[in-house]
């Protein structure tokens, strides 16, 4: 097994440099070991990619390199996860929440082990390496199986806050995280707690209901529209199984529509998942579900990405602007 590369080699410094998100995860993950949780790691030939790198030369003894087989870390998490330790193991999204969906269905989430999944580089964030490292898909098949909770955060701090609320939680947890590039949302010691939404801003003509990275762009587009006396809610969802029933009764009941962005197909994601909560509830409210719709991705730069998909700002405001439009 060959050594990690140090953190001050210029393959990291040269990751960090345009990814400086990349610290939360192997950050939150040493503090925790540092506080005595018994935490193990493991990354399928992505340390870098993820930066679990600086986790495993804190604790080299803790860290597993599986190499390129995304299925065998997976069950090998799940036998650890046995033992009594907490096994963080972290791949690309598209690998590890479509690859690698029977081992967590069958050896994780059946079995109701404390492993924690993490699926980096979410939605189109992989840009030019194509539609088969695009995930966008993930949700829908993870929020389907039993036992398995579903996070999303919106940047590194609320990541690394829910990598910390997630020692004593019970079941296994499929973590959605992007690049390491994430812009800011949250300072660094938020707090997080499982199952339950941030509201951000209260509105009376629209509240945008957002997971991930376009939870920033729906802060952008909710301050635009409000400098022209619209009333435009936002609610950050991180936790999209198990859902904040309440908080999406409470949005529907004053609001004329509500509208939800996510990095990831319309069908099954975020979007379904708060409809499915209007319809169960009888809410006369309008959903709109924004997001990829229902197509394979195309390959771009990210950036290329969100602005065609309309998932940044300016691209959520007109997506509000036409829906918007609909109801008045």
């Known amino acids: 097994m060959s050594k ?5 080699s210029w393959q ?20 925790l070991v540092e506080e005595g949780y018994p935490i193990v ?36 998490a799940a036998g650890m996860a046995t033992t009594g330790v907490i096994p963080f193991v972290a791949t690309f999204a598209s690998f590890l929440g479509l690859l690698c969906c029977e081992q967590i269905r069958m050896d994780v989430a059946y079995c109701k082990l404390p492993v924690r999944l993490i699926g980096h580089h979410t ?14 898909e993930d949700i829908s098949t993870m929020r389907a199986l039993a036992n398995l909770t579903v996070i999303s955060p919106a940047d590194g701090a609320q990541l690394a806050a829910a990598i910390r609320a997630s020692v004593n939680w019970p079941d296994p947890i499929y973590f959605r995280i992007g690049r390491g590039r994430d812009p800011k949302v949250y300072e660094d010691d938020v707090t997080f707690v499982i199952g339950k939404a941030i509201e951000h801003r209260r509105g009376t003509d629209a509240t ?12 952008q ?30 949005a529907a009941r004053r609001s004329k529509i509500l509208i939800t962005v ?14 499915e909560v209007v319809a169960d509830e009888g809410l006369g409210v309008r959903v709109v579900r924004h997001g990829i719709y229902d197509e394979y991705s195309l390959i771009a730069p990210p950036t290329h990405l969100y602005a065609h998909y309309q998932l940044d700002g300016p691209g959520i405001e007109e997506v509000t602007r036409r829906a918007l439009a609909k109801v008045n």
């Open 41 to 76: 790691a493991g990354s399928a030939d992505l340390q870098y990619s993820n930066g679990l790198n600086k986790f495993a030369r804190a604790y080299p003894d803790k860290y597993v390199q599986f190499g390129i087989s995304e299925q065998n870390m997976v069950s090998a």
């Open 221 to 250: 587009a909710a301050e635009r529209l409000g400098l022209e006396g619209k009333s435009i809610g936002v609610i950050d969802m991180p936790t999209i199984k198990p859902l904040d029933r309440e908080a999406i009764i409470a």
């Open 4 to 8: 990690p590369q140090n953190p001050e």
């Open 208 to 219: 945008i209901i957002g997971c991930g990275w376009p939870v920033h762009g729906a802060l």
């Open 123 to 136: 939605g189109i964030s992989l840009g030019f390496y194509g539609t088969s490292h695009h995930a966008t």
């Open 262 to 275: 996510e990095e990831h197909n319309v069908i099954g994601g975020l979007g379904a998942a708060v409809a």
């Open 12 to 31: 990291y410094r040269a990751l960090n440099a345009i990814n400086p998100g990349l610290d939360y995860l192997s950050d939150a993950l040493i503090g």
